[in-house]
């Protein structure tokens, strides 16, 4: 060999070892990501079962306080006394319900992936519409279900909050004697689910905060936990959609959810 090639050949070597070099650096750095996000995922895991058991250990003593305040209504007592028992009901109800909405978000901040099924978007949104009945009748609401009664969706059946949670909102955002509609669209491969409301509007600068936990901006008078939009959107995250709300025009919000079709 002469000193030409033999200066080739080593830096040939010199690639390859610097190559392997870099492979190893490689494989290194992905072996320590894989690492964390296995730890990642146990934590995650860890999270949602130390939320599970303290939630359940505080929902157990909440409903005792709950059969308390049942029993004390027996009595005979004065309005006053009346009206703060009815308070402090109010605000267990408020304890349960955050409790519930904290236990499911965590559920879903653990799992990467749902399985789904081919399911009638109209149908669904009708047995959604069916559960809300009694709080739209009682502010004089009317849903409209406008979706094609031969729409398919590929969901899970979890996917109904969704449509509950933003039916929810649109009655408690709304005003009296008004109405919702709700409608479907298929476009690109994507179905395009619009849930419009003629109430009070969410202003620009609230409405990506609104997604996020406990970000509340109408909350005068109207009660809530500020979780139901953190759960829509981790429920259409999980079916690799999207969710945004836009102004209804001249008054109101749409509530928009995008998935893929298949
Ligand atoms: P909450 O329990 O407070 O309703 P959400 O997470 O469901 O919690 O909603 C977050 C906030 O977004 C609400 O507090 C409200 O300010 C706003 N919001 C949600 N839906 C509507 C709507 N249809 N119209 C106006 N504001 C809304």
Redesign the pocket.
């Known amino acids: 060999m002469n000193n030409l090639t033999s200066l080739k050949c080593f830096k040939m070597f010199l690639c390859i070892l610097k190559d392997i070099t870099d492979k190893k650096e490689l494989y290194e750095k992905l072996e320590s990501v894989m690492k964390k996000m296995t730890l990642m995922k146990k934590l995650v895991k860890r999270k949602v079962i130390a939320i599970d058991i303290i939630s359940h250990d505080i929902l157990n003593q909440v409903t005792s306080i709950k059969n308390y305040i049942q029993l004390l209504k027996e009595f005979k007592l004065e309005e006053n006394v009346k009206k703060i028992l009815r308070r402090i009901d109010k605000y267990v109800d408020r304890i349960v319900e955050i409790l519930h909405n904290s236990i499911r978000l965590a559920k879903l901040y653990s799992i990467d992936e749902f399985q789904k099924v081919e399911m009638n978007l109209y149908e669904l949104v009708s047995s959604a519409i069916y559960s809300l009945e009694t709080k739209a009748r009682k502010k004089n609401i009317k849903i409209k279900n406008l979706i094609d009664r031969n729409l398919l969706v590929n969901v899970n059946p979890i996917f109904i909050n969704v449509i509950e ?2 039916l ?3 009655i ?3 005003y009296e004697n008004s109405h919702v509609i709700i409608e479907a669209e298929e476009l690109n491969g994507k179905v395009r689910i619009k ?1 419009k ?1 003629y ?4 202003p620009d600068e ?1 409405k990506k905060k ?2 996020e ?1 406990f ?5 005068e008078g ?11 959107k981790r429920i259409v995250e999980l079916h690799n959609g999207e969710v945004w ?1 836009e102004d209804n025009k001249p008054r ?2 749409i ?1 928009v959810v995008e998935i893929p079709k298949k």
């Open positions: 949670n933003l929810d909102n649109a408690k955002y709304s849930v409301d109430g009070v509007g969410i609230y609104i997604f936990r970000e509340r901006y109408s909350k109207i009660k809530g936990t500020g979780l139901g939009l953190a759960i829509v709300v109101g919000s509530f």
